[in-house]
């Protein structure tokens, strides 16, 4: 974009790959979204396992038992071509110091959206997104982090919808109760003749099918005692941007929707600023929102989001502010957090996560903080705690700062220089652990409910276990280039 | 000098940048939704063309950072960020009168993808085609170029799924971390 003069943006290499002339049908622009999805393997269907226990309703299965063993279930691309997305492997933690790691299995492959974790950290829900003759087929599936089995399962039809829409579908846990609430982004794409543009690199004019892509929206819920469906509710709101973001508490799912701005209503000649975003108050079990409200800025797409102990709903938007929306009006006030409004010329990964004691754990490993913030106490920081700033603070998986099950410790991946993973007191910030194994460099960490500790590598052996005092417990490998860990 | 690359907003940014370098910048580049951990250039365009003409270096490239793990995605996630980000940028021109498009007709739309992130072919396919088959502010000369701004040296298979990019979906630069 240029202001007022025009010149070509310069400071960069080009490049070209791949083959010429041929452009790729919307079918297989779409491949990996609707179509495909599959749960490959679920090899541990019952609570036979020792330290297994029953997965119970979403959310409900405790999370502070010490038995052995635990699932990571880990989300990315498999390093072989044709690098489809949405994997999932499976991964149990070591029985003991002197067991060896088992390898992962492949659990699931072209999810239509990452995983959840519910909040307590018991139950993973994945979705999967199929054709059928119908419609497209949704497959909302609970799995315990426990025994990796599936505690419930169950599909929804959305009737009507063409065979090659794109469909999001994000599920939504609702603390305290059986229902996961699904936000599904249905967008349709539309012909619009010939599309005609210069080449970048000859200059020389391409065609090619030019298309519309509308969004809308569509709220169900799942019942996982039932394993029923209620639902779609359609929204009715199209044309929207297709990306939510969505939290729920025990009575309500909110969902933050923006419509998209339509060239046709602009003038260039009389400037006006982008749409707001609204935020959303539905019932659970009712697409009729029981209100609507302007929300601020930044549009939804991808910011930490948690449900407080209050029922309102905090977003963490340009990692430094949170946005409390209250739950009862959608009424929305900020709070500055400022350990975090560090300028730094590049976005570093942030995460939220609300404790069972009401406080909210945040990191910025961009710059090397992590800290603890009480919402009942005027969103006070209570604790701070400052570590090295890691190789690439906002690369994949972005939990670079993990914190134990019982809050008091924190394990942070190296520093740029020394790699490995450190353990740091909350409450005083003092070190009090650390594995530097010749410099190796690990991205994302993972606690497991047992307390044990999984650190990945983007270099083979991909995982390396700890006990909670960060003694080795082994390496395992896997084929897929982990972006998350659940 | 090249340009400054930031996540703050360049009326914030440029003195203490100047301060640092000691030059002008030629051109900006800013982060547009979804970026979900950087101050956003659509929020306040005016704000930010005024710094960046006072800067010296009024151009502003447009680059879009999401949840890292979202590159490692489907389809629908990589349509749905793009749609989100092409609608920035189309916000941001609507929203200052005096800013315009490059005069070749050519507006590279990066994709911000670090170190250690892979990047799903199936992501980058749907990413790329919505970016590429816009019609930005119904010119119907459809100015929006997918690009690609990664880390070469990171482990593999980090950025080479590109190379199995067709058509409208091969991007038009590559941009090295290093």
């Known amino acids: 974009m240029v202001l007022s003069r025009r010149r070509r943006l310069g400071g960069t290499e080009s490049f070209r790959a791949g083959r010429q002339g041929f452009e790729p049908t919307r079918r297989e622009v779409l491949a990996g979204g609707a179509g495909a999805g599959a749960l490959l393997a679920l090899p541990v269907m019952t609570s036979s396992l020792p330290g297994s226990r029953s997965a119970g309703a979403a959310g409900t299965a405790s999370s502070s038992s010490s038995s052995h063993p635990w699932y990571a279930f880990l989300y990315g691309t498999p390093e072989l071509s044709p690098y489809p997305g949405g994997s999932v492997m499976a991964s149990k933690s070591p029985a003991s110091a002197s067991a060896s790691p088992t390898t992962p299995f492949q659990f699931a492959s072209k999810l239509a959206t990452a995983p959840v974790l519910s909040p307590d950290q018991s139950t993973v829900a994945l979705v999967t997104v199929a054709a059928a003759s119908a419609g497209p087929r949704v497959t909302l599936t609970l799995v315990s982090k426990a025994t990796a089995a599936v505690s419930k399962q169950g599909s929804l039809t959305l009737t009507g919808v063409p065979a090659d829409a794109s469909i999001l579908a994000t599920p939504v846990f609702a603390p305290g109760t059986k229902t996961v609430a699904l936000v599904l982004a249905i967008t349709i794409p539309a012909t619009a003749g010939t599309l005609r543009k210069a080449d970048a690199h000859t200059a020389a004019i391409i065609t090619a099918p030019a298309t519309i892509w509308k969004s809308h929206h569509a709220l169900a819920y799942f019942d996982s005692s039932s394993g029923a469906f209620t639902g779609p509710f359609d929204l009715a709101d199209e044309p929207s941007l297709a990306l939510t973001t969505a939290a729920a508490n025990g009575t309500d799912v909110f969902v933050w929707t923006t419509p998209e701005p339509q060239a046709a209503d602009y003038d260039k000649a009389r400037p006006r600023p982008a749409p707001l975003s609204s935020v959303s108050a539905f019932p659970l079990g009712s697409g009729r929102p029981r209100f609507s409200a302007p929300s601020l800025a930044p549009w939804p797409g991808g910011e930490p989001v948690v449900t407080l102990a209050s029922g309102d709903v905090a977003r963490l938007v340009y990692g430094r502010e949170l946005q409390v929306c209250s739950a009862q009006t959608g009424d929305i006030t900020t709070r500055a957090l400022a350990p975090l409004s560090v300028a730094r010329p590049k976005p570093s990964a942030v995460t939220m996560q609300a404790r069972p004691d009401g406080t909210l754990f945040i990191t910025k490993p961009g710059i090397g903080i992590a800290i603890v913030v009480d919402p009942a106490s005027s969103f006070r920081v209570t604790s701070r705690v400052g570590f090295p700033v890691p190789l690439a603070p906002g690369s994949a998986p972005w939990s670079k700062a993990v914190l134990s099950s019982s809050g008091e410790v924190l394990y942070v991946t190296g520093g740029a220089s020394s790699g490995g993973v450190s353990a740091y007191r909350m409450d005083t910030g003092a070190l009090t652990a650390s594995y530097v194994p010749g410099g190796r460099q690990y991205t994302g960490l993972h606690v497991l409910p047992d307390g044990d500790v999984l650190a990945v590598s983007p270099a083979h052996p991909r995982l390396t276990f700890f006990s909670p005092a960060l003694s080795p417990l082994g390496t395992a490998d896997t084929s897929l280039q982990i972006a998350a860990v659940f | ?178």
């Open chain 2, 1 to 178: 000098m090249a340009g400054y690359d930031t996540a703050g907003e360049i009326q914030n940014t440029y003195v203490s940048a100047h301060n640092e370098f000691g030059a002008n910048p030629n051109f900006w580049v800013r982060y547009f939704a979804p970026s979900p951990a950087a101050d956003l250039f659509e929020n306040d365009p005016t704000s930010e063309c005024i710094g960046a003409w006072d800067s010296g270096g009024p151009y502003v490239g447009c680059i879009s950072a999401p949840s890292q793990s979202r590159l490692s995605g489907t389809a629908a996630e990589g349509l749905a960020d793009a749609q989100t980000f092409a609608a920035a940028i189309q916000s941001a021109y609507h929203a200052v009168t005096s800013l315009l498009l490059p005069t070749n007709n050519q507006l590279w739309c990066w994709l911000d993808q670090e170190y250690s992130t892979t990047l799903s072919l199936s992501y980058w396919d749907a990413w790329a085609n919505y970016i590429a088959n816009y019609n930005f502010a119904s010119l119907g000369t459809y100015p929006l170029y997918p690009a690609l701004y990664c880390t070469p040296e990171s482990p593999y298979p980090n950025c080479t799924t590109i190379a199995n990019a067709t058509g409208l979906d091969i991007p038009a630069a590559v941009w090295s971390a290093e």
